[in-house]
């Protein structure tokens, strides 16, 4: 009976969220509570009992040694606080030095100006917000591919492409999510699949070039005989990117907000402490040194809208996975599962799972499929000795083709701005992420991360 209820639990929240009937953040609550108070009715408990599986998953989780440690309350603080001090940055203009150098050195050479489209793009994703690195790549690059006849739609692929693996940053979603449902340290996670992720700027770097080569040829360019572009039009797409927001801009504390944000990249690599301290002590110095009180407030209060939501997300995802594995449906679910799996197949299920991952990745929203599958997945992969770490690294594969999904909204923003049909992007990124997610796995594989 509990196994029907966790199955009911999930299939409502999923269809909630996919209709869009609720976000996922009430989508989680109410069909956490309703399935809670069931599954206490079936267990023959006071319903008042839910309370309490709701406060473990949010704050305590208690493994099988004894140790006790924090719940997802952990990783919404990292959340909130890393999307704030990112798009802090972004204000101050820190990453600004490096764009407009990039763009000047491409001297109107095709290649060149594809791989800094890559570069730009990498370094703006790092707030992990894919509107914000849309509406700057664009506004800064659009202008010129047009002036030298470049093809818009290599611009889509070289934006998404860095995107898509900026996304999976502690910051991003997704890790963020995975590490609430197996009740993991975000950061522990990231030091883990971070060298895939290197491996994938590598191969975005590789596409940009390649795109680079192609446009040469298309359009007859010869290095240093054939000028596109002008030298005042370049200045103009730097500018396109020095200007905006100039009054919260902090161009005399650059080598402060550098040296304080390569400190607290260090200090998360390294596990010095938890992720949520490091980016709540490094967004008060920041807000401190770059802002006076009132600006201080304005920042934050402009900021505030995505770092909430995402925070808030989480906070809903630990009342969800407190319920549904204190009232014993995760373990009722695995068993049923497990029951049906031959033994066989049990040990490849890493495998499996990143295939069936890059399907659902596409066809449900990010929170259906990290909270409604994962938590489900999990428990069935203990059951054949595979870790709860392992099996979330396979679920990561799937991000590779994430955006490709119509069920990412700025996604449309992207190919209004690159001047494309929804058709035409899903060709072009389809070929574009197939040989990202081979990759991925291929990496994984290799690195070790699961088990083949």
Known sequence: ???????????????????????????????????????????????????????????????????????????????????????????????????????????????????????????????????????????????????????LSYLAMLIIMPTTIGNILPWGGPLARASAVINVEVNELFVTFLPVMLIGFVYCIFLGYFFGIKERKRLGYVAGKTEIVTKEQIEEMCNSITNTDKEFKRPKLFIFNLILTLLMMYALIEGITSGAIIFLIGTAIALIVNYNEKDQKDRLVENAGDALFVSSIIIAAGAFIGIFTGSGMADAIANSLISIIPESMGGHLPIFFAFIGAVACYALPVDGYYFGILPVVVPIAEGFGITPTEITMSALMGQAIRYASPLVPWLFLLIDRTEMTFGDYQKLFFKCAIPLFFIFLISSLLIGLFPL
């Not at 209820?5 to 929240?13: K, T, V």
């Not at 790092?126 to 010129?144: C, E, K, R, S």
């Open 1 to 151: 009976m509990l196994s029907l209820i966790a199955y009911l639990m999930i299939i409502i929240f999923m269809v909630l969220v996919i209709t869009k009937k609720l976000t996922a953040f009430n989508g989680l609550i109410v069909s956490s509570i309703v399935a809670g108070i069931a599954a206490a009715l079936v267990n023959g408990q006071d319903i008042s009992i839910i309370f309490e599986w709701i406060k473990e998953g949010l704050f305590v989780s208690v493994d099988e040694s004894g140790e006790v440690s924090l719940g997802t309350i952990n990783s919404a603080i990292m959340i909130l606080f890393a999307i704030l001090y990112f798009s802090l940055m972004m204000n101050v203009g820190l990453f600004d030095p490096l764009c407009t150098y990039l763009i000047r050195k491409a001297k109107g050479d095709p290649l060149k100006i594809l791989l800094v489209t890559v570069l730009t793009a990498s370094v703006v994703t790092l707030d992990g917000d894919g509107t914000t690195t849309i509406l700057i790549i664009t506004g800064a690059f659009v202008p010129l591919y047009k002036r030298m006849g470049l093809k």
